[in-house]
């Protein structure tokens, strides 16, 4: 059985609160689950002592049995410092498209050309 640690969605339409709760990976995201562990309310301010609480030991226990934690879940585990932060890099994501590489050599082209007459 592949366990996950993962958000449980609760809350009415557009004011979300969320259970971190162990499940078993083939379980929807808000049916049948092992244990509750704790809650998320992203609609506190960062700073706010109830925005997240969650049993480390637990968590602990649990990741030790072989649960791994999505990837917010795998955040919260991380600043706590139950886990390796995860490191994501996508170089390729970073680069201009198509048409922003196109705008950016007109623009070059345009400021080149004063250049060129003020220089003659």
Sequence with gaps: MALRIRLARGGTKKRPHYNIVISDSRSPRDGRFI???????????????????????????????????????????????????????????????????ERAAAAAAAAAKPAEEASA
């Design 35 to 101: 244990e509750k562990i704790g809650f998320y309310n992203p609609l506190l301010p960062s700073d706010h002592a109830d925005r997240l609480k969650l049993d480390l030991d637990a968590a602990k226990a649990w990741i030790a049995k072989g649960a791994v934690g999505s990837d917010r879940v795998h955040k919260f585990l991380a600043n706590a410092g139950l886990v390796k932060a995860r490191v994501h890099n996508n170089p390729q994501k970073a680069q201009p498209k198509k048409k922003a590489q």
